[in-house]
């Protein structure tokens, strides 16, 4: 690692982030503004059809946002004109072949751009297959073919869930994929010839359905997979999570986003100018292994501390949802327990002329989500896999011997953590009031 320091790294440097409005994209444009104010710009590529909506995008979706609290009050009265001068929304999107930008904005990009941070992704559960497909793997494409363009690029850092590895078990090293090989053993991936089924099986819908939407955006979503911890916390907070599939020995890979940021940083110091491929996976299990019981237990506790109240204001008694250590023993459970009787709620509906007709699709409704959620978790929840670590810890090495007190700034070591604390104090709180924050945004929206 050169001299200088990371923050000193991005100092009158030009960087094109996309992905920006995103959980991991706006913490680090806050962290690049906040440790080095003298960075020349940041390139932010927003959808958006033009260029004052991608700057409302970005007033409201990013830089509006309480965590650049720090730097609004840093700046007092000259906050905004600070963020006109560093930041510039540009409209586009990765799922189209440079961005969908015209060609001059392509050239004037081009030779400008330093570093290139693509966080653009779907992690969606229930996203469209095609949607998925386009962002996660032809975004990627386009956003190469971009990078071969530029002029003085010094790094390309792509971000990724580790997760796409899939539902593998043992150690998952930290080496790249091959282009057109699948996770499953001689399978192959042809990203054209499946971007050519996408635009067959939609061509199919048009003509069937006559442009129904509605039919087409359900027909691609079933094509596609459907991934956070924080929706148990949720639905445990909103008392929807009668039971669930847990296994409490399974170590569940969990890190805080700061520190994902702080290895990025980091990351980009480290092979700056470097035609190197490295893989860093930011995850916690192999030096500070979190087991599922242990997240039960934050749980429950926070719940303690915060108890819920219903709408008379009485405190709700905290009860344990009832687990199951298979998918297949909470399933039937589910259809003994719940299926069953609601059918027999909507044969008696029928009879009694629909008396029941708003009570059976508000359960039915419920039973679906559980469901579904479960069979979304099962991989997750069940995961045999660990991510080793051993870029990641050298890298770590090498930022904590630094002696611009990189390490306290940026960092990025899982063995600092106190889970329970972290879960009680920090995780569970802020995905609970992200819940209701939403749901208070729906209600007025």
Known sequence: METGGIAERFRDKTILITGATGFLGKLLVEKIL??????????LLVRAPDAIAAEERVLTEVVGKGLFDVLREQYGA?????????????????????FGLESYEVLQLSKKVDIIVNGAATTNFME??????????????????????????????HVSTAYVAGEQAGQLLEKPFQIGRALRLDYQLDIEAELQLVDSIKSELRIKCSSDDKLEK???????????????????NDQTLPCFIFDGSVIFDLIPGDMVINAMMAAINSQWNKRAQVIYHVTSAH??????????????????????????????????????????????YMILRYKL?????????????????????????????????????????????????????????????????????????????????YLVNTHIPAAIKYANDQKAKARSA
Not at 34 to 43: A, G, I, M, S, T
Not at 79 to 89: T, V
Not at 128 to 151: E, I, P, S, W
Request: net charge positive.
């Open 34 to 43: 906040r440790v080095q104010p003298e960075v020349r710009k940041l390139y």
């Open 128 to 157: 469209r297959y095609d949607v998925a497909l386009a962002t996660n793997a032809a975004g990627v494409m386009y956003l190469c073919q971009f990078a071969k363009q530029c002029d003085n690029l010094k790094m390309v850092l």
């Open 287 to 332: 030096q500070n292994p979190l087991p599922s019981s242990l997240i039960e237990e934050s749980m429950f506790r926070y719940f303690d501390i915060n108890p819920r109240t219903s709408k008379d204001g009485k405190a709700i008694k905290n009860k344990r949802p009832l687990a199951f250590k298979r998918l297949a023993n909470f399933q039937a």
């Open 218 to 236: 359900t027909t691609m979503r079933k094509l596609g997979l459907k991934r956070t911890i924080d929706v148990i916390f949720v639905a445990y």
């Open 341 to 421: 009787p609601l059918e027999m709620m909507r044969a008696a509906n029928v009879l009694l002329g629909g008396i029941y007709t708003k009570n059976y699709y508000e359960f039915n409704r419920d039973y679906n989500i559980l469901m579904t959620v479960a069979k979304l978790f099962a991989p997750y929840v069940f995961f045999k896999g660990w991510f080793d670590d051993t870029n990641l810890r050298k890298l770590w090495k090498a930022t904590a011997m630094d002696q611009n007190d990189d390490a306290s700034i940026f960092n990025f070591d899982p063995k600092c953590i106190n889970w329970s604390s």
């Open 78 to 98: 000259g906050f905004n004109s600070f963020i006109k001068e560093k930041i510039y929304a540009l409209p586009g999107d990765v799922m189209h072949e440079n």
